[in-house]
């Protein structure tokens, strides 16, 4: 802006010319700068309007972002009460077949043991009797081996 002027002094006050054309340059710059503050003021309201509109798209993201969060959140949890499940339903799969495993030893080494016994009873059975037949056999004599080359020679006589 420039500063007023000091204006020449006639009969009458202040030289017309000068104080007209001073109003007139004056009404100009009034005009020029009213000018710009119409063009400030509609950029302000667009400005204001973008600002808005990054404004609410900033809160739409964040609301979002929150919901996705939290959607995170839940199937985190979800997903760790499904492993944990997963985790309890195998160890419990696991003791039972265990358990299981365990019994069917057990059923396993008594088979064994009656086996043991039983073979124990008929290794018993068994030597008593060889011994039996043993004494049987103890009794009996037997008979002389014959010279088989005095066989030979009596039937090759009888040829």
Do not use: C
Not at 1 to 23: C, T
Not at 105 to 114: C, F, K, Y
């Amino acid at each position: 802006m420039s500063e007023l002027k000091g204006f020449d002094i006639v009969r009458n006050g202040y030289d017309p010319n000068q104080v007209i054309a001073e109003l007139d340059r004056l009404q100009t710059q009034i005009n020029t700068l009213n000018e710009k503050i119409v063009i400030y003021q509609s950029q302000i309201e667009t400005l204001h309007g973008q600002f808005n509109t990054l404004r609410n798209r900033y809160q739409t993201l964040v609301s979002e972002l929150s919901m996705r969060e939290k959607a995170a959140d839940d199937v985190a949890r979800l997903a760790l009460r499904e492993a944990n499940s997963v985790i309890e339903n195998a160890q419990k799969n696991a003791d039972d077949i265990i358990a299981e495993a365990v019994f069917k030893a057990q059923s396993m080494l008594e088979e064994v043991n009656i086996y043991n016994r039983e073979t124990s009873k008929l290794k018993a059975e068994l030597k008593e009797k060889l011994n039996e037949f043993v004494a049987i056999l103890d009794k009996y004599d037997l008979p002389e081996q014959p010279d088989i080359n005095s066989l030979v020679k009596q039937i090759t006589e009888e040829d």
